[in-house]
Antibody
Framework: EVQLVETGGGLIQPGGSLRLSCTAS????????MSWVRQSPGKGLEWVSV???????YYADSVNGRFTVSRDNSKNTLYLQMNSLTAEDTAVYYC??????????????WGQGTLVTVSS | EIVMTQSPATLSVSPGERATLSCRAS??????LAWYQQKPGQTPRLLIY???TRATGIPARFSGSGSGTEFTLTISRLQSEDLAVYYC?????????FGQGTKVEIK
């Protein structure tokens, strides 16, 4: 079964850092476009980043310069390194696979999400 | 950034009736629009992509239409299991953006 599993969420103080992991099953992360999307408690969905097959990543303005996406192909895992966290970053973070290997594509597979809470 | 506006915010529909959800883009997104369903406590699930193509395993009672800036998701005969928040999302321009969601309630 095609699946994504996120880990690494938790409670972190403002200004702190956290790294989220997203491990895929039954498909290869490096052969797909992948995104991170977040959802603040009780709110809607916000795109965080999109990573192309070649590794190029685009970030939302709200996280640009603070968040970094990387991949470990040997572990079939995508990472989201989050630095300088603020309360505004509190959300459930989902990783998701794009439905086709094109820049313009939808998200056809989502992980279960991992909750990040930024609070003192 | 393209702003996606969904209406209504909440829709109350009786089982077996039709539910019509709207999504408007602040500029044309051609047909690069998707709809997602998020049931309470669950992960979003892809329903529709390319504005009108049902994703794998999605029942035929869900249909999408529209292009450019105006889009519609129709649930032809609402079932109790369709209780959820529905989001539209454009992927025509970065940053990809979501609507704020329409909550479908069972009357």
């Amino acid at each position: 079964e095609v699946q994504l599993v996120e880990t690494g969420g938790g409670l972190i103080q403002p200004g702190g850092s956290l790294r989220l992991s997203c491990t895929a099953s039954e498909f290869t992360v490096s052969n797909n476009y992948m995104s991170w999307v977040r959802q603040s408690p009780g709110k809607g969905l916000e795109w965080v980043s999109v990573t192309y097959i070649g590794g190029t990543t685009y970030y939302a303005d709200s996280v640009n310069g603070r968040f970094t996406v990387s991949r470990d192909n040997s572990k079939n895992t995508l990472y989201l390194q989050m630095n300088s966290l603020t309360a505004e970053d509190t959300a459930v973070y989902y990783c998701a696979r794009h439905g086709q290997q094109l820049i313009l594509s939808w998200l056809d597979t989502w992980g279960q999400g991992t909750l990040v809470t930024v609070s003192s | 950034e393209i702003v996606m506006t969904q209406s209504p915010a909440t829709l109350s529909v009786s089982p077996g009736e039709r539910a019509t959800l709207s999504c408007r883009a602040s500029q044309s997104v051609t047909s690069n629009l998707a709809w997602y369903q998020q049931k309470p406590g669950q992960t979003p699930r892809l329903l529709i992509y390319l504005a009108s193509t049902r994703a794998t395993g999605i029942p035929a009672r869900f249909s999408g239409s529209g292009s450019g800036t105006e889009f519609t998701l129709t649930i032809s005969r609402l079932q109790s299991e369709d209780l959820a928040v529905y989001y539209c999302q454009q992927y025509n321009n970065w940053p990809y953006t979501f609507g704020q969601g329409t909550k479908v309630e069972i009357k």
